[in-house]
């Protein structure tokens, strides 16, 4: 959904996967990232991973961060991508004390891009926003959105439909939602019900991240 909606906002999509499929056991080494620059928007997304793993990859991914930053390259960071622009511009990322995985409603300063939820969250660490950011997003468990410069990270996952779904149950999900005592089918059922106001949503929050935070 997330490609969907920036394609509806003109711009071409580029892929760049870090961790193959084939690497996922293995996932310490590092890797070359792509010039930043030679991108209009950059879009770190999620990992299984998180940032204080501190796998090769990761201190490559960060400076990429780094360096579109000091470029001005817009950069819109979900979940783990939103951790990792967090901890690479001066913020933390620590375990959460109450991991959110599911539908969840999320607080929003600046309602004009972050749209009322629910959105769906898969995270165990959560963040703090990194010096001359502003925090836009929140619930009880964690900070969910923030902007600094061109750039807005997020905890939650807006571009979660049925296929993404069963893409990471078919991973490590299912033993992640036993230890949480959650049910797999309860999840597919309310990822279902949310899908056609979620999308609407996603194309809203692109479409104001791309107006109001990359364009401004």
Request: hydrophobic letters at 45%; glycine letters at 12%; aromatic letters at 10%.
């Amino acid at each position: 959904m997330l490609g969907d909606a920036f394609t509806e906002c003109g711009y071409d999509v580029a892929t760049f996967e870090v961790v193959s499929a084939a690497q996922a056991g293995d996932p310490a080494f590092d890797a070359t990232m792509p010039d930043p620059t030679a991108y209009d928007v950059v879009v770190p997304l999620g990992s299984r991973w998180g940032v204080n793993d501190g796998f090769g990859w990761m201190d490559s991914e960060a400076a990429m961060v780094r360096d579109a930053h000091a470029a001005g390259i817009p950069m819109l960071g979900v979940c783990f991508g939103g951790q990792l622009i967090a901890h690479a511009l001066g913020g933390s990322v620590t375990r959460s004390p109450a991991p959110e995985v599911g539908w969840f409603d999320v607080d929003a300063s600046r309602t004009e891009l972050v749209p009322g939820g629910p959105w769906f969250e898969w995270h165990f660490d959560r963040f703090t926003v990194p010096p001359g950011a502003v925090e836009i997003a929140r619930n009880a468990n964690a900070s969910q959105a923030f902007v600094v410069g061109a750039t807005m990270g997020l905890q939650f996952h807006p571009e979660v439909d049925e296929g993404l779904l069963e893409m990471w149950l078919a991973g490590t999900g299912i033993d992640e939602l036993a230890a949480l005592g959650l049910d797999a089918d309860r999840l597919r059922t309310a990822t279902r019900a949310e899908l056609e106001s979620a999308t609407k949503r996603v194309h809203a929050l692109v479409r104001a991240f791309v107006d109001g935070v990359a364009q401004a």
